[in-house]
């Protein structure tokens, strides 16, 4: 014990594995000018008591409460007191609010399994050891990302999926330009929902699902489908039957290559107006030698195109052929048949038609009659040939101003019946008659009977090869043409004529006989 004249005075004790407990009574005289130290294990204590070794202090009571402070020690070990901080540094990955002094807690242990240690602290970074699981019980667990950092997940520097600061999510890679960006391959397995707004509520947009392990793809309208796109079924466009949900195929070079009309009912092919139920249309583009429709059967049997009028009461045609062409270096036809084969011996029609019905027309043509006489109602080149009964209309309801033919023998005197043959080397494809004809010169039978003679024109190649989507050149000469089946009535006429001089001359012979048989007898008397 120190006493107060400054003179030490020690109090030692040796016991083995005993403790020796000393009881003081301090006397303290405020007089006094010097200090007033007390030393444990040193003969020199500098401070109130100084304690030189290990100290214990134990039974404390239970920890202080708001308010109290802390014990420190300086560098040499002097003891002070502090203000509990709020919190304490621990390193990278955790907050702090205190600057100065730094308070750093320093824990004796080896970082692992995800962490890693720096000086003093302890960080997030680090190889897992083992399968590590972290149970939220009833927490979330958020990692906020402030205004320029990202979440990745990455393998071997190649991100995998990330998290971007400007709310985006990547897989594959950091390429961005939506909330949800994938880059490469993506699997699903189970259904595949879009939706409008809300993910949980909003109306469905598209479905991709799966029917027994075939795909379909559903697009809504109105929380229903209305297109479907079946991997092994049926696929369905406008399933609603909207008027406005029209269907467009678009083409490099057609905006409309195939057109549906909804509101309509309506195809167009290279149009979106169709006027019929089924319209093609070039759109004025130049087609050239090409068909704009072509049905080629390659099989042995069958028919490559038919029309067929199902309705008894339909009055229409069932297929119609139209031509527009106003020209006249050209002939073209509505209707055109050609019969191609190589072959010289084949049978095959070009053009043919038939009536099952007893009152029908199997062919007819007509030209209308407004004017002109070069034309024809229907024409034939090369040989024609019909059974049958062979009519033009003689009946009288359809005739007026009826007069007997007059003078017919004198019409009959006047023509000139001659034998000739065709000139084939002038005109070899016009299908006239090789060998030698009987007629008139339709000429001198015009000066005589201009009625039954008129000026045509003629194909002058009608007979030449044709091929099919080729431009037939109009090629043709007017002709002098006749009808041979008007002079029957003017033969008929002169035979009547003739018989009835016959007759007169019949007449006057049997007179003449009467008279010679009379003169006769009486020279015999």
Same mark, same amino acid.
């Given at each position: ?31 006094? *000018?010097? *200090? ?12 109130k ?9 134990t ?16 560098? !040499?070990g ?9 919190t304490?540094?621990a ?9 100065a002094?730094?308070?750093?807690l ?34 979330n667990?958020?990692?906020?990302? !402030?205004?320029?950092g990202?979440f990745?997940i ?23 330009? @939506? ?17 409008d707004?809300?993910v ?26 209305? #297109? ?13 039957g ?19 009309d ?14 019929s ?6 759109? @004025? ?28 009461? !339909?009055?229409?045609n ?12 050209f ?8 019969? #191609? ?12 038609g038939?009536?099952? @019905? ?12 407004? @004017? ?16 049958g ?22 019409i ?23 060998e030698?004809e ?17 000026k ?9 090869? #044709? !091929? ?9 000469? *007017? ?8 002079i029957?009535p ?36």
């Open positions: 014990m120190i006493c107060p004249d400054k003179k030490p005075t020690i109090i030692s004790s040796k016991f083995t594995q005993k403790h020796l407990f000393i009881g003081l009574n301090f006397l303290f005289f405020s007089t006094l *000018s010097y *200090s007033q130290n007390v030393g444990i294990g040193t003969a020199s204590p500098t401070e008591l100084h304690v030189v070794g290990n100290a214990r202090i039974a404390l009571s239970n920890p202080g409460t708001i308010g109290d402070r802390m014990v420190t020690v300086d560098a !040499n002097v003891l002070g007191t502090q203000a509990l901080p709020a304490v540094t390193g990278n990955g955790l907050i702090s609010t205190i600057t002094p730094p308070f750093t320093e824990l004796d242990v080896v970082a692992e399994n995800g962490l890693t240690t720096n000086p003093d602290n302890i960080r997030l970074g680090g190889s897992l050891l083992e399968d590590t699981r972290i149970t939220h019980d009833i927490y667990l958020i990692h906020e990302l !402030n205004s320029s990202d990745h990455a393998t071997g520097g190649s991100n995998r999926f990330s998290v971007l600061d400007n709310g985006r999510t990547t897989v594959g890679s950091t390429a961005n330009a @939506g909330r949800f960006n994938v880059t490469g391959d993506s699997y699903f397995s189970d259904d595949l929902f879009l939706r707004g809300a949980d509520n909003g109306d469905i947009l598209v479905r991709i699902y799966d029917s027994s392990d075939d795909g379909i793809i559903d697009i809504y309208e109105n929380n229903a489908y209305n #297109i479907r796109l079946h991997g092994n079924g049926p696929s369905i466009f406008n399933e609603q909207i008027n406005t949900n029209d269907f467009r195929i678009e083409t490099s070079g057609q905006a409309n290559m195939f057109f549906i909804a509101g309509t009912n309506r195809i167009g092919i290279r149009t979106n107006t169709p006027a139920m089924l319209e093609m249309s070039n759109g @004025g583009v130049a087609v050239g030698a090409n068909a704009m429709a072509d049905y080629e059967n390659a099989g042995a049997d069958g028919v490559a195109l038919s029309g067929h009028n199902q309705g008894a009461t !339909n009055p229409y069932a297929v119609e052929g139209i031509s527009n062409y106003g020209g006249t270096a002939i073209t036809a509505g209707v055109f048949g050609l019969a #191609i084969n190589a072959s010289q011996t084949h049978r095959a029609i070009g053009v043919r038939a009536a099952n @019905g007893r009152d029908g027309v199997g062919v007819r043509g007509s030209r209308q009659n407004t @004017g002109g006489t070069v034309g024809w109602g229907g024409i034939f080149y090369n040989d024609l040939g019909y059974t009964f062979f009519g033009a209309a003689s009946d009288e309801k359809a005739k007026k101003n009826i007069q007997p033919i007059q003078k017919a023998l004198t009959v005197h006047q023509l000139n019946p001659v034998t000739y043959y065709f000139d084939l080397e002038t005109y070899p494809n016009m299908g006239l008659n090789t030698m009987y007629g008139f010169i339709a000429q001198e039978v015009q000066a005589i009977l201009p009625e039954i003679v008129r045509k024109n003629l194909s002058t190649d009608a007979c030449q090869k #044709i !091929n099919n989507q080729q431009a037939t050149k109009e090629n043709h000469e *007017s002709f002098v043409v006749m009808d041979y089946t008007r029957i003017i033969l008929t006429k002169a035979i009547k004529e003739q018989q009835s001089i016959i007759d007169n001359q019949n007449q006057r012979i049997l007179k003449l006989e009467a008279i010679t048989k009379q003169i006769q007898h009486s020279q015999t008397k």
